[in-house]
């Protein structure tokens, strides 16, 4: 690709979604850098950015097609469910594809020569793609806003109070996953007066999640560290004695929030039906992993909250940086700009085959029909 790189915005139509790629204040800086920006109207409504503010940041504001058609690289936050239709050999997709759950639109894309860069597949324990990070950024808000609801939803106090008619007790949490979303939640939880435990199957995390205040949970699970800093799988055995340890223990908390995720599976089930049977009537569980592959908790559906049979309110949570749009875009933005920055030499988009990040972001996909 040669000359000046355009970048262009679509309005995210997918139905959770209020998120926008770029704001007005990105846009900026990207002009400054010398990249253009397309933007479609009312593409920044839902995050409350309207079209002015893009115009006057310097952005064009035009119709889908248009940014379509003028656009060298188009950055989304979700794949466009008119991607195919829309964009051209030559073109880019950038955006969190989440290759393992769209594998048939990123094999059909790359096959007809459109290249796919996914800020899922960022190499996550590298300092120098920190800036880039949006599963982090996302992850950051997720865990805030899985403790802030699971404080709303409650029908207790989180911090403990002495009133004149006598104390009452602080709500227990448990965070189940302490990566950067259970870190945040913890935090969150711990600021509003909560007592916090924690687990993670994999052992750093338990000084990471002592630091923000919780006390750290033993479930009879050994290391399960995999690659990239990220959880394996367990085995069944493993699953077994962990389900096992936490239907029994998990009776004692009023809030569970469940953050375990392994890349491009199922999340491990973690609260079964018998755990749910195990908490207090008006316990609340936030799944913070459910979503389209499945979730933490038994029966939990996405932007879905149902009451068990016992009284248990079981918050599917689904998008939840969508729900802080405003914030959740302006960090987002920031990831997208850092990298499209990394990669953008003269003018041009160009991928360094030879350069780590590149190499990791690039969708690729095998001949043989596996999954990118
Ligand atoms: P994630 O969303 O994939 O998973 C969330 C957490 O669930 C993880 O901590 C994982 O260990 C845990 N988990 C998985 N299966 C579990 C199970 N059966 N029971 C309990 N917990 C389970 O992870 P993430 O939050 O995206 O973090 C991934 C890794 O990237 C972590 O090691 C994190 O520290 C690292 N990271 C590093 C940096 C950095 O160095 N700058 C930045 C961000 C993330």
């Known amino acids: 690709m040669g000359g000046s790189t355009i970048v262009g915005i679509l309005r995210e139509r997918a139905r959770t979604e209020r998120r926008v790629a770029l704001v007005p204040d990105v846009v900026a800086k990207l002009?400054?850098?010398?990249?253009?920006?397309?933007?479609?109207?009312?593409?920044?409504?839902?995050?409350?950015?309207?079209?002015?503010?893009?115009?006057?940041?310097?952005?064009?504001?035009?119709?889908?097609?248009?940014?379509?058609?003028?656009?060298?690289v188009i950055a989304c936050v979700q794949p466009p469910d008119d991607a195919e239709d829309g964009l051209s050999p030559g073109q880019t997709l950038l955006g969190l594809?989440?290759?393992?759950?769209?594998?048939?639109?990123?094999?059909?894309?790359?096959g007809r020569g459109v290249t796919a860069i996914s800020l899922d597949l960022l190499?996550?324990?590298?300092?120098?793609?920190?800036?880039?990070?949006?599963?982090?950024?996302?992850?950051?808000?997720?865990?805030?806003?899985?403790?802030v609801l699971a404080a709303a939803t409650y029908g207790g106090f989180f911090p403990m109070l002495t009133t004149a008619a006598g104390t009452i007790r602080p709500a227990a949490v448990l965070v189940l996953g302490a990566g950067v979303?259970?870190?945040?939640?913890?935090?969150?939880?711990?600021?509003?007066?909560?007592?916090?435990?924690?687990?993670d199957v994999r052992?750093?995390?338990?000084?990471?999640?002592?630091?923000?205040?919780?006390?750290?949970?033993?479930?009879?699970?050994?290391?399960?560290?995999?690659a990239g800093g990220y959880a394996r799988a367990l085995s069944a055995d493993e699953q077994a004695r962990l389900q096992r340890a936490l239907d029994e223990q998990i009776g004692r908390f009023d809030v569970v929030i469940t953050t375990a995720k392994v890349p491009g599976r199922r999340p491990p089930v973690l609260v079964t039906e018998a755990a749910l049977k195990n908490l207090r009537p008006g316990a609340v569980v936030v799944d913070i992993a459910a979503g389209e592959l499945g979730g933490n908790v038994a029966g939990s559906v996405p932007d879905t909250t149902v009451v068990t049979d016992g009284g248990?309110?079981?918050?599917?949570?689904g998008n939840l940086p969508a729900g802080m749009a405003p914030a959740a875009s302006t960090a987002y933005a920031r990831n997208v700009a850092a990298l499209l920055t990394h990669?953008?030499?003269?003018?041009?988009?160009?991928?360094?085959?030879?350069?780590e990040i590149a190499a990791a972001v690039v969708v690729t996909v095998p001949a043989d029909g596996g999954t990118p």
């Open 181 to 199: 979303a259970g870190l945040q939640a913890i935090g969150t939880a711990r600021r509003l007066g909560a007592v916090v435990t924690a687990y």
């Open 31 to 72: 002009a400054a850098a010398g990249i253009g920006v397309l933007v479609e109207t009312h593409a920044g409504d839902g995050a409350w950015f309207g079209d002015d503010a893009y115009a006057a940041a310097g952005a064009t504001v035009v119709s889908r097609p248009e940014v379509y058609r003028g656009a060298g």
């Open 123 to 147: 190499p996550r324990t590298l300092s120098r793609a920190q800036s880039m990070d949006a599963l982090t950024s996302q992850a950051n808000i997720a865990g805030y806003r899985a403790a």
């Open 97 to 110: 594809l989440a290759p393992a759950e769209h594998p048939d639109l990123l094999r059909r894309l790359t």
């Open 343 to 355: 990669l953008v030499r003269d003018g041009a988009l160009t991928i360094d085959p030879a350069d």
């Open 203 to 226: 052992p750093e995390s338990r000084a990471e999640a002592e630091s923000v205040g919780a006390r750290f949970l033993q479930l009879g699970v050994g290391d399960a560290t995999g």
């Open 312 to 317: 248990v309110t079981v918050v599917g949570a």
